[in-house]
């Protein structure tokens, strides 16, 4: 079928609304009409770091409609709602223990512009257009392996629920599933994007005593002091290290890291206590580290965390029973754009006017 698509054509390049041509599902494939998707800053690095091939159709926060299924597809039918998360086997080591995030085929899969068979979803005449994390959601429709699909109530907004898949979950997974922390424990949240608030709201839920937010905006800081922090701290006000200590007395049991910034990698690891654990989720690059006095001689742990060790199907499902509870109001992240605004949701989210920009697809 023809669809409307945003290509990205040239690293750093625009997004350009063209007419392209998408396969017909295979037998345990899904297509549906994209109502929404989130932007997320892995959209940003890929385009601009070049991380899949070119050309390609961002975006990997799509939630839509289902219109029609594979033969081999018994869990959805046309009309279900769905939210899309990442592509991965269902088959290695990983997949099968409950740890899709690491999948063996994690990079292939989602960065590699193909299906799982190798072969392309869309083109433009005879030029095949990259898939991006299995989905390519800036685009009215896309076809997805019913793996990547979560069926949400129809009752619930789609827009809002789109950057469940990726972003949210990422934040808020690394507390609930990856670090688990104790109840009356102390956790610190570096940079309060929207993956940062998400893990923000996730460590109250999870009932740390202490939960202290660090960002350089101070509108943000106030956002996660509404949504949970006992604490909050401007790095560019404060020294961030000590501040903390003061707080927790021998430093944070744990913390998560979301700016990607070397910098504050260190200040996460000089701020925790004998045993503490800093998990890294920002794209993040070479950090020079005192092996020994940053990390070894006090017991710590440095650990990396992709999308929240979550599986989607279970744990987006928990999350929309948290925000129904009242216990998780990620709702308050979210700006509304239009696609045909997408340019500009990109830029807003690069200066930090809007924390989780979601575009919705024009009617």
């Known amino acids: 079928m023809q669809i409307k698509a945003a290509v990205t054509r040239d690293k750093g390049g625009p997004f350009s609304v063209e007419t392209l041509t998408l396969t017909e599902p295979g037998a345990s494939e899904l297509r549906l009409r994209i109502v929404a998707t989130g932007v997320c800053h892995t959209d940003a690095v890929a385009r601009d770091l070049e991380l899949t091939p070119f050309p390609v159709v961002l975006g990997h926060e799509g939630a839509g409609v289902v219109e029609a299924v594979g033969s081999e597809v018994t869990a959805f039918a046309p009309g279900d709602h769905v939210v899309l998360s990442f592509a991965h086997c269902g088959a290695c080591e990983h997949c099968l223990t409950g740890h899709p995030t690491v999948c063996m085929r994690m990079n292939e899969l989602n960065f590699g512009g193909r299906a799982e068979n190798g072969t392309c979803y ?36 789609l827009g809002l629920l789109a950057p469940l898949g990726c972003g949210v979950q990422t934040g808020s997974g690394t507390v609930l599933n990856r670090l688990k922390p104790a109840s009356g424990s102390s956790l610190v949240v570096y940079g309060c994007g929207a993956v940062g608030l998400s893990a923000v709201m996730a460590a109250r839920i999870a009932g740390c005593a202490r939960i202290i937010a660090v960002d350089v905006h101070d509108n943000r800081l106030s956002l996660a002091k509404e949504l949970g922090a006992t604490h909050v701290f401007n790095g560019r006000q404060v020294d961030v290290v000590e501040e903390i200590r003061a707080v927790t007395g021998a430093g944070a049991h744990y913390a998560v890291e979301t700016t990607g910034v070397p910098q504050v990698v260190r200040q996460g690891l000089h701020a925790l206590r004998p045993l503490g654990q800093l998990a890294i989720v920002g794209v993040t690059p070479e950090v020079t580290l005192d092996v020994h006095n940053d990390l070894m001689a006090e017991g710590k742990t440095m650990l990396g965390v992709i999308e929240g060790d979550s599986v989607p199907k279970v744990f987006i499902p928990q999350l929309i029973d948290y925000y129904r509870q009242g216990q998780f109001p990620f709702d308050k992240l979210v700006t509304f754009y239009e696609f045909d605004a997408l340019e500009e949701a990109f830029a807003d989210s690069k200066s930090g006017k809007t924390i989780k920009p979601v575009v919705r697809m024009n009617s």
């Open 122 to 157: 869309l083109h433009r005449g005879d030029e095949a257009v990259s898939t991006f994390f299995g989905q390519s959601s800036f685009g009215s429709h896309a076809v997805v392996h019913e793996r990547n699909a979560v069926k949400v109530d129809p009752d619930l907004d």
